[in-house]
């Protein structure tokens, strides 16, 4: 059965080119009606018609046969069939987004439960990003998507970690390797204004309709140059909104710290500066998500993935699989057994 699928075609790329049949078969038929070469025109008749035989007739036509058998397969496959070839229509839902993620020390924060296991405000923000890239897919398997998306991350000063683009495996490599350099004391701080600041730089000369910062933090801003008001403020003069989410518990809760004896874990309590996160997103005509636990945390970014969505049509494209192979093959087998009936079955004699 799956021999004879390998046989069957939705349509022809090139039809036209089934026109060269007519020459094959005009080529058979001219083959078949001339006299073997050698030939006697004898008055016998019947006689020697019984003892030549029909098979052995039959037979001699087989090489013209099989040429023009594998000549047909050829034309065939020259017209290009096509399997499952059928036109789609395809739409997107296209929007440039700078992921900006905070990756200070307090992110070593461990107040976020999975499965009775506790882990880090970084770890389950990776986990929350990662499906929000996922989102952004055509389909879950592909590489690339339609939205452009980038990674800033920031602690002391903001850095960008991947450009914008639709390599989305590039993007979740660079996001699986964001570490927090709890070592560097120079390092810790939490520069929010900064982090806005350098997503506008890459954002504002987008040709995107709709531009997007999402934004995550669990403190408030105590490093750079650039206040966050201020740097939300220049976003809205680019058109860009930013939706801010503020990740962790207000509560006491267990970090790692380092010591010369190694890690060990210490209650903190790490205040979330919300009022200035949601007058970000207000001067920038977004909103701000509280997230306390995985599901609220998970919650933010699947919402702002619905609401972040532009129908853009993209045209026809065709969806096929090239079917020319099995006919080219089947084509040279036959014109290679009418070289080889030919040659040691009817190999005329000088």
Known sequence: MSLFNAFTFSALMYPSALLLLLGVLF?????????????????????????????????????????????AMLVIAMARPMQGLSPQ????????????????????????????????????????????IQSRKNKPQDRYGLDRLGLVLYAKYAWTQTPLTLDYAVLERDLENAQIDSRDRSKQGTAIGSAIGLAVSKLRKSEAKNKVIILLTDGRNNEGELDPITAAHLAKEYGIRIYTIGAGSSDQVVVPVETIFGSRPDLQTLPIDEDTLKQIAEISG?????????????GAYEEINKLETTKVELGDYYEYKEAFVPWAALGMLALLGSVFTRRFWFESIP
């Open 27 to 71: 080529l058979c038929i001219a083959e078949c009606m001339v006299r073997a070469p050698g030939a006697l025109n004898i008055s016998t008749g019947e006689t020697l018609w019984r003892i030549r035989g029909h098979q052995r007739a039959a037979l001699r036509r087989a090489p013209a046969l099989l040429r023009a058998f594998g000549l």
């Open 286 to 298: 977004a909103r701000f998500y509280r997230a306390t636990d995985l599901d609220s945390l998970h």
């Open 89 to 132: 229509k395809d739409s997107a839902d296209i929007v440039d987004v700078m992921l900006c993620v905070d990756v200070s020390g307090s992110m070593r924060a461990m107040d976020f439960r999975s499965r009775e296991e506790l882990l880090t405000r970084l770890d389950v923000t990776k986990e929350a990003v990662r499906d929000f």
